[in-house]
């Protein structure tokens, strides 16, 4: 399939189509000064980490992504978003004035290696714009729920910046001809290099070569692809679509497309945290659905709880969901017909089986009576996240494995969503590398 420029609305297709887009990046490619002007995805940046970003440079792509605006006491909701996605964009337009940003002089797609330290082996993809399918589409399924106001915080900084300022995370069908076309793509040095602060190793190959860019977009034209990672995104760019018909480059989304399996992204938990639960109260409430036992922690070995329970998720036999409250760890296992009917029966059974879908219905709602919403249950994107936050909050944190990438591309493909943030893909792509932007 030919490829077309990023600028232009998609045709009615439902092959997943990829195109060549005239990046913004910094103008200034040292790796010491990508690392400083980087960061991690806008959902895994904490206050304090956006404030020690925005403190590394006055050029931190976190000023773009997660701007920062005290409004006037009694500022509604609406109104603060807007001075807030406001200030993205005036700083958006002075970077590249100042010359701190600058445009491609054509389009590329660009190749993305992250090598983790230790020999783990590398995830290598392509960024490109993927247009978004049209309804009915099957070229790229979600996996997991989103929430409206999340959704509307990234409709508005898109709409106010007419920029992709990081992209979303593909995972797509296997393809033979893609290894052999990335291979050659990373010959020689890369475009962009940089080591982010997990150690990770990011290198980019800008690639233009007309053959080699129809080759690689008519060979992903064959695949299908399931969100990894931004939904929230991907459905701000549905939005944004919407409310901007006929507007160039706003039909696509830049996108990391990498392989399911091997040589692609592994799969990680994330853990949940209900503040304001004692220990006790939660399990006499769980006694009524799960079988409760103590989860024996050497309190002399190193990291004790912590490592009581990576040692529990490490072990591929191991069932049910841990509880803690930070110093006690809590197995509920075996949960009974009522918890089990919580669950909706008409669901794929490839949903219903996972241990984040029994959590939330059977335990969350059921048993403790929380409402799947910010306020009654956070989200933790680490061990030591959840158990900081149970003692932090006076609560729980409830520690559950990761699902497979095959439960989530199964679960993808019958229709069915997952309760939000229920993976954590890694390794992740660094966010102000690459920018799309949706116009010239």
């Known amino acids: 399939m030919p490829s077309s420029s990023a600028d232009s609305p998609h045709p009615a297709t439902t092959e997943l189509e990829v195109r060549p887009f005239r990046a913004l990046t910094y103008r200034r490619r040292d790796p010491g000064h990508l690392a400083r002007v980087s960061s991690p995805a806008y959902d895994l940046v904490t206050p304090e980490g956006r404030e020690r970003l925005a403190a590394a440079d006055p050029h931190n792509v976190v000023r773009l992504i997660l701007p920062h605006v005290a409004p006037p006491p009694g500022t509604s909701a609406p109104d603060a978003l807007r001075r807030s996605v406001g200030l993205a964009a005036q700083t958006l337009r002075r970077w590249e004035v100042d010359g701190v940003l600058e445009r491609d002089p054509e389009p590329a797609l660009w190749v993305y290696e992250m090598r983790p330290p230790e020999g783990t082996p590398a995830t290598v993809g392509w960024l490109g714009a993927v247009a978004l399918p049209p309804a009915g589409s099957r070229a790229v399924l979600p996996h997991e729920d989103t929430h409206p106001a999340a959704v509307e915080g990234r409709r508005a900084l898109l709409d106010a910046t007419d920029t992709d300022l990081e992209p979303i995370v593909l995972a797509h069908d296997p393809q033979p001809e893609v290894p052999g076309l990335t291979a050659a793509a990373r010959r020689g040095a890369p475009t962009l290099a940089v080591t982010d602060a997990d150690g990770i190793r990011h290198e980019l190959w800008r690639v233009t070569d007309p053959g080699l860019v129809e080759r690689l977009t008519a060979a992903l034209a064959r695949t299908g692809a399931v969100i990894a990672d931004g939904h929230h995104r991907f459905a701000a760019a549905q939005a944004h679509a919407r409310t901007r018909s006929g507007t160039p480059g706003g039909h696509a989304v830049l996108a990391l497309l990498t392989p399911m399996g091997p040589g692609g992204l592994r799969v990680l938990p994330i853990h949940r945290v209900v503040p304001d639960l004692l220990l006790d109260d939660a399990l006499a409430a769980a006694t009524a659905g799960f079988r409760v036992t103590d989860v024996p922690v050497d309190a002399g070995a190193a990291g004790g709880l912590a490592a009581a329970v990576r040692e529990w998720l490490a072990d591929e036999a191991a069932t049910?969901?841990?509880?803690?409250?930070?110093?006690?760890?809590?197995?509920?296992?075996?949960?009974?017909?009522?918890?089990?009917?919580?669950?909706?029966?008409?669901?794929?059974?490839?949903?219903?089986?996972?241990?984040?879908?029994?959590?939330?219905?059977?335990?969350?709602?059921?048993?403790?009576?929380?409402?799947?919403d910010a306020g009654g249950v956070l989200v933790a994107h680490s061990l030591e996240e959840a158990l900081a936050g149970a003692v932090a909050r006076h609560g729980l944190a409830v520690l559950l494995r990761a699902p497979s990438p095959a439960d989530v591309a199964a679960v993808a493909r019958d229709g069915a969503r997952m309760p939000r943030k229920s993976t954590l893909f890694v390794p992740k792509p660094r966010t102000g590398l690459v920018l799309r932007p949706h116009a010239d």
Do not use: C, K, M
Request: hydrophobic share 45%; net charge neutral.
């Open 320 to 372: 049910g969901i841990l509880v803690s409250d930070g110093r006690r760890l809590i197995r509920l296992g075996e949960p009974s017909a009522e918890v089990r009917a919580s669950v909706p029966a008409e669901a794929p059974a490839a949903w219903r089986g996972l241990d984040v879908v029994l959590a939330h219905h059977g335990l969350f709602q059921q048993l403790w009576g929380r409402s799947d």
